[in-house]
């Protein structure tokens, strides 16, 4: 079973076009743009095999060079905001699933040392006390700051300040749901800088290998690690 999901909704039916021309069929289609629901009766009718798999795909860093607050907030809107959006509304869907799991697309730019900020560094590595709030107040402190051209004085990242930021949230926000669903494994994964449209292609290396890191811990045998960031195919430091 596949859910497919698409920001651009030109290129998600295009895509499902391509689906269905392979004899796979359309059983969901009313995902909203402000988060994603499904429908009680179409998730009964969803059947589910052992393997359930969800990871949306990460944002180009390459849009977030210059940061202004409407690219900022776009930035934590998709990359963060999005992916609870997902899991919230997939969640009761997998959780039917002997093996579900969740890989969430991360990147290794939004690892605690990337972030300068004292306070925000402390919060979102601190394992044992870090919840859903938490997380959503550094994001919420961090926009605040971005409006307020308080970046650099307040010690956010200066160079890809959203993008990183939104990153070190996703990394957070999968311990606290690997804390919170013990039966589902829960990752978040880098890449690699991959070659998409996303970035006009500029990334080093090519879809496949960029597939290599979310596939292989997607495909983890139950009881595999689960609250951990990978990059690409090895577990790594938040």
């Known amino acids: 079973m596949v859910i497919l999901t698409a920001r651009d909704a030109k290129k998600g039916n295009e895509a499902l076009v391509k689906l269905k021309a392979e004899g ?5 289609n009313n995902a909203g743009i402000t988060g994603a629901i ?6 009964k009718n969803l059947n589910l095999g052992d393997l359930d798999i969800t990871g949306p795909k990460a944002k180009s860093i390459k ?11 776009n930035c934590l809107k998709t990359n963060y905001y999005g992916i609870k959006q997902v899991s919230q509304a997939l969640i009761p869907v997998l959780e039917q699933s002997k093996s579900a799991r969740i890989i ?3 990147s290794t730019l939004g690892q605690l040392k990337l972030i300068p900020n004292e ?8 394992v044992d006390g870090l919840t ?28 890809f300040s959203a993008y990183k930021v939104s990153k070190a949230a996703v990394n957070a926000y999968t311990r606290v749901l ?3 669903y013990p039966r589902i494994a829960i990752n978040a994964v880098c890449p690699g800088f991959t070659k998409t449209d996303l970035n006009g292609n500029t990334g080093g290396q090519p879809v496949e290998k ?4 979310p596939v292989k811990v997607a495909l983890a045998p139950d009881g595999s690690p689960s609250g951990f960031f990978f990059d690409q195919t090895e577990i790594s430091t938040f």
């Open 178 to 180: 690997a804390s919170k």
């Open 24 to 28: 796979l069929v359309d059983v969901v």
């Open 132 to 159: 859903e709030e938490k997380i959503d107040k550094v994001v919420e402190e961090f926009l605040e700051d971005v409006e307020q051209d308080l970046v650099e004085t307040k010690g956010w990242p200066t160079i």
């Open 119 to 126: 306070t925000a560094r402390k919060e979102l590595g601190d």
């Open 63 to 73: 849009k977030f060079v210059k940061q202004t607050y409407e690219t900022a907030e």
């Open 104 to 106: 969430n697309v991360s």
């Open 38 to 43: 499904i429908n009680p009766e179409d998730r």
């Open 210 to 213: 960029g597939a290599e890191g």
